[in-house]
Every structure is written in structure tokens, then in C-alpha cells.
């Protein structure tokens, strides 16, 4: 097998098999940013003088070839291949000869692994980020059509106040603001440029690690080079727990999904192709799409603990246990991705059942609306409870299904738009546009 490292002794095929494990198939999602990190690289290289203009401008018409070929999905690794920064040198030296092989200069498999795998997570990032804002505004969307049609709203999944469609879709949408902000905290830790710090410990070379970040976007660099090295793991974790947030709003709104659709709830209805059926009840229409939301995204929520447990009393520097990092990672932002639109799917066609709270079987849920009308005409606050409790007890409770609750965030004063303002401005501080930007600047002859 080819390897960077290799000399003359060979490795076991026992340990070469263990060792290699999935890497090679974790190593297709870093494929384009293997090419990128080596462009900005050889860029750099060339401008401190460790490459001529020349070798500088054949290595990165030959780079764009294969990052053509990547984002085209006609690339592999071949048989026999380490890893994709093999691969890439392999055929650089292929098409170039002794100048493929001077792109590794000043630079160690570490920190190119390091430079890729920030690079994938910033875009993931960047694409789970398009993903949450989409839905985000069809919650609001559906919040705003439904705000006039009451719900019960439950406390220890007992009776309680009401509640509306409006309210509770909402309540999701903002929840999505707290998980952008948790999602633009990852991505600042992110957005760091680790190359240059080789193998954790810097280079004699005169490289110039500020121009790498300028070249590939990153808002600074990690500066420590034994802390860039460190950052592999952090990086990965709190990466996992921005996901693992978005997961639990799109669980527990999964959740509500299903006790609504019940029949002794009937709150909500989605039309039959959205639904699926019983093998022998012809009646059944199972809400099947939200149950596997709340799996993956359940499972999803383990990922930081998982993160968390294989890094756990590693020393500084690298080591070969952050391999398995990328196995559990990767394939998340995927499925996270997936949970979102179908959820949005099914938002977008959901029916909700008009006056609900007709019925008087929610009756006591106008109970707290009836203490605070005598509360509102003088009578002290404990006095009406006493009073309203009295007559519930009697069996003689009167109530009106009018409401009137106008302070921010309520029934009658949704907020909506304000929600909307804070989402845009944890999006806006986040500078998408000049990353995307940058990274079109760097693949241009």
C-alpha cells in the first residue's frame, strides 16, 4: 500500500488492516478539501520562495483538475492507497513528476488532516445553517397562519391553559435561534486555519501561515501550534453538540407530533402519503416520519458524549484514537440534514384541527382566565382562586373561551417578527457570503 511515511520495512497486514479501518471511506468527505488545503499550501510555498511561479501554476491547474473530478464524483482512491492525501500527491507526481512531490513541504500529514477536516466542518456547518434558516421560516410561516386557532397547553401532560398552533410552532421557531447561536459558536471555533503547525510543533520554514488563512477564508488562525493540534477533538465535539441541539428541538417537536396525531388527542392530521399503514388494522395511519426523526436525532444527541469518551485523558499532541472521530461525525451532518426537510415536509402539510377548545372537555383550561377576571375587577388574587376553585369543585364553573393576553411572547402577541430579527443577526455575524466568496477566489487560475 502507498503510503507518505513509508521507507523500506513493512507493516504488518494484520496492523495495516486495524489501523486503516474506515479511514478510507471517511477520507471521500474530505476529498475536495484535501485540494483546497493544498492550493492555498503550494500558493504560499511559491510566495516565500520554496516553489517557483512555475511549479506554483502547474500544481494548481492540476489541483483544480481533480477537485473538478471530485465535484463531478468521478474520483476514487486507488487499490492500494493510504488516504486521500496520498492519492492526490500520487497523481500530482503522476501528471507533474518531481514537482508533485514538493507539495508536502513544511507541511505534515497532521496538520493537512487538521486544515481538511476544518474546512468539511465549516461547510457542513455553513449547509446545516441554510437548512435550519428554511425551516425556521416555515415555522414561522405556519405559526403566523394559525395563531387564532387554540390548543391545549399541558404541565405534567395534564390539563393546563390554552395554548394555540401558533404558539407552539413558534415556541420551535425560536428555539432554532438559541440553536443557530450554538451552531455560530462551533463555527467560530472552526473557522481557524490550523495549517502550518505541521506535526504540533511548527516548521523551520519560512512559511507564512497568515496568508493559508487569508487564502482559505478562515477568520484567524490557531495560533499555539501545539494547541492547533489540540484543537483536533474540540473542534469535533463542540461541533457535535451544535448538531446535537438542532436534534433535540426536531425530537421533541417529533414527540409533540405524535401525541397530537393520536386519536384521543386529534389536534393534527397530515394527508395518507405522508403517513403509513398496519399490516392487518385498515384504519391505521402511523405517524412513522416523526418517529424516525426522534431515533436519529436521539441518536444524534449522544454524539458529544461519545466524542467526549474517546478523547477522553488523551495527552497533547496526536494521536491515532482521533481517527474514529470522523465515523461517528461525519455521516451525522447527513442525517441531521435529512431529519430537518423531511420535518419540514410535514410541517408544510399539516391540518390542524379548528376550534378545539370548544369542547367542553378543556373546559378547566379557562380556569387561570377566570381568576384573573376577578383579579383584574379588585378582588385579591388568592380570594379568586379560592373562589374559582370552589365553584370547579361544585361543578358550577363558568367560562369564556375569549382571549385577550397581548404581552410579548403570548397568545395574542406572538413576536414574530423580533424572532426573526435575532435569527438574522446570529446568521449575519456568521459571514457566510465572504467565506463562499473566498473560496471561488482561490479555485480561480
Known amino acids: 500500500m502507498s503510503k507518505l511515511w513509508?521507507?523500506?520495512?513493512?507493516?504488518?497486514?494484520?496492523?495495516?488492516?486495524?489501523?486503516?479501518?474506515?479511514?478510507?471511506?471517511?477520507?471521500?468527505?474530505?476529498?475536495?478539501?484535501?485540494?483546497?488545503?493544498?492550493?492555498?499550501?503550494?500558493?504560499?510555498?511559491?510566495e516565500v520562495g520554496l516553489l517557483t511561479a512555475l511549479e506554483q501554476t502547474q500544481l494548481k491547474k492540476?489541483?483544480?483538475?481533480?477537485?473538478?473530478?471530485?465535484?463531478?464524483?468521478?474520483?476514487?482512491?486507488?487499490?492500494?492507497?493510504?488516504?486521500?492525501?496520498?492519492?492526490?500527491?500520487?497523481?500530482?507526481?503522476?501528471?507533474?513528476?518531481?514537482?508533485g512531490k514538493k507539495i508536502h513541504s513544511a507541511r505534515s500529514r497532521n496538520d493537512q488532516v487538521l486544515v481538511d477536516i476544518k474546512l468539511f466542518l465549516r461547510a457542513e456547518l455553513i449547509s446545516i445553517s441554510a437548512s435550519v434558516q428554511t425551516f425556521f421560516t416555515l415555522l414561522q410561516q405556519k405559526s403566523e397562519a394559525h395563531k387564532n386557532d387554540l390548543l391545549p397547553g399541558y404541565t405534567h401532560l395534564q390539563l393546563a391553559m390554552p395554548s394555540s398552533f401558533g404558539l407552539w410552532l413558534?415556541?420551535?421557531?425560536?428555539?432554532?435561534?438559541?440553536?443557530?447561536?450554538?451552531?455560530?459558536a462551533a463555527y467560530a471555533i472552526v473557522n481557524k486555519n490550523p495549517l502550518g503547525s505541521a506535526a504540533g510543533y511548527g516548521s523551520s520554514f519560512p512559511i507564512n501561515r497568515?496568508?493559508?488563512?487569508?487564502?482559505?477564508?478562515?477568520?484567524?488562525?490557531?495560533?499555539?501550534?501545539?494547541?492547533?493540534?489540540?484543537?483536533?477533538?474540540?473542534?469535533?465535539?463542540?461541533?457535535?453538540?451544535?448538531?446535537?441541539?438542532?436534534?433535540?428541538?426536531?425530537?421533541?417537536?417529533?414527540?409533540?407530533?405524535?401525541?397530537?396525531?393520536?386519536?384521543?388527542?386529534?389536534?393534527?392530521?397530515?394527508?395518507?402519503?405522508?403517513?403509513?399503514?398496519?399490516?392487518?388494522?385498515?384504519?391505521?395511519?402511523?405517524?412513522?416520519?416523526?418517529?424516525?426523526?426522534?431515533?436519529?436525532?436521539?441518536?444524534?444527541?449522544?454524539?458529544?458524549?461519545?466524542?467526549?469518551?474517546?478523547?477522553?485523558?488523551?495527552?497533547?499532541?496526536y494521536h491515532r484514537d482521533l481517527q474514529l472521530l470522523k465515523e461517528h461525525l461525519?455521516?451525522?451532518?447527513?442525517?441531521?440534514?435529512?431529519?430537518?426537510?423531511?420535518?419540514?415536509?410535514?410541517?408544510?402539510?399539516?391540518?390542524?384541527?379548528?376550534?378545539l377548545l370548544e369542547d367542553p372537555r378543556y373546559q378547566y383550561l379557562f380556569s387561570v382566565e377566570e381568576v384573573n377576571k376577578l383579579v383584574l375587577s379588585g378582588m385579591p388574587f388568592r380570594d379568586a382562586y379560592k373562589?374559582?376553585?370552589?365553584?370547579?369543585?361544585?361543578?358550577?364553573?363558568?367560562?369564556?373561551?375569549?382571549?385577550?393576553?397581548?404581552?410579548?411572547?403570548?397568545l395574542g402577541n406572538l413576536c414574530t417578527t423580533q424572532i426573526a430579527a435575532t435569527m438574522e443577526k446570529v446568521v449575519a455575524s456568521m459571514e457566510i457570503v465572504k467565506v463562499e466568496q473566498q473560496i471561488k477566489q482561490l479555485l480561480k487560475l
Open 330 to 355: 461525519f455521516p451525522a451532518f447527513t442525517q441531521l440534514r435529512n431529519c430537518i426537510e423531511m420535518a419540514s415536509l410535514m410541517i408544510q402539510h399539516m391540518e390542524v384541527k379548528k376550534d
Open 62 to 99: 492540476a489541483l483544480i483538475e481533480i477537485y473538478q473530478k471530485i465535484e463531478a464524483g468521478d474520483f476514487k482512491l486507488d487499490a492500494g492507497v493510504e488516504d486521500i492525501h496520498s492519492q492526490i500527491e500520487m497523481m500530482l507526481t503522476e501528471s507533474l513528476g518531481d514537482v
Open 210 to 317: 497568515k496568508r493559508t488563512t487569508e487564502l482559505l477564508g478562515f477568520e484567524t488562525l490557531n495560533y499555539n501550534v501545539v494547541y492547533a493540534q489540540m484543537g483536533r477533538g474540540k473542534a469535533e465535539r463542540v461541533t457535535a453538540m451544535a448538531l446535537a441541539n438542532i436534534a433535540d428541538t426536531l425530537s421533541k417537536l417529533s414527540m409533540d407530533a405524535c401525541l397530537f396525531m393520536n386519536q384521543n388527542f386529534g389536534f393534527i392530521q397530515f394527508p395518507e402519503e405522508l403517513t403509513t399503514g398496519s399490516s392487518i388494522m385498515p384504519h391505521k395511519k402511523n405517524p412513522d416520519v416523526f418517529e424516525l426523526i426522534r431515533s436519529y436525532c436521539n441518536r444524534i444527541k449522544a454524539l458529544p458524549n461519545e466524542i467526549m469518551m474517546m478523547t477522553t485523558n488523551l495527552p497533547s499532541g
Open 170 to 184: 413558534g415556541a420551535y421557531a425560536e428555539s432554532l435561534v438559541d440553536d443557530m447561536t450554538m451552531l455560530q
Open 387 to 410: 373562589q374559582i376553585g370552589l365553584a370547579i369543585e361544585a361543578g358550577n364553573f363558568t367560562y369564556s373561551t375569549q382571549m385577550k393576553h397581548t404581552h410579548e411572547g403570548s
Open 6 to 46: 513509508q521507507k523500506n520495512s513493512k507493516v504488518s497486514a494484520a496492523v495495516e488492516k486495524f489501523t486503516i479501518g474506515n479511514d478510507q471511506a471517511m477520507d471521500t468527505y474530505l476529498a475536495s478539501y484535501d485540494v483546497l488545503g493544498s492550493i492555498a499550501h503550494t500558493t504560499m510555498l511559491s
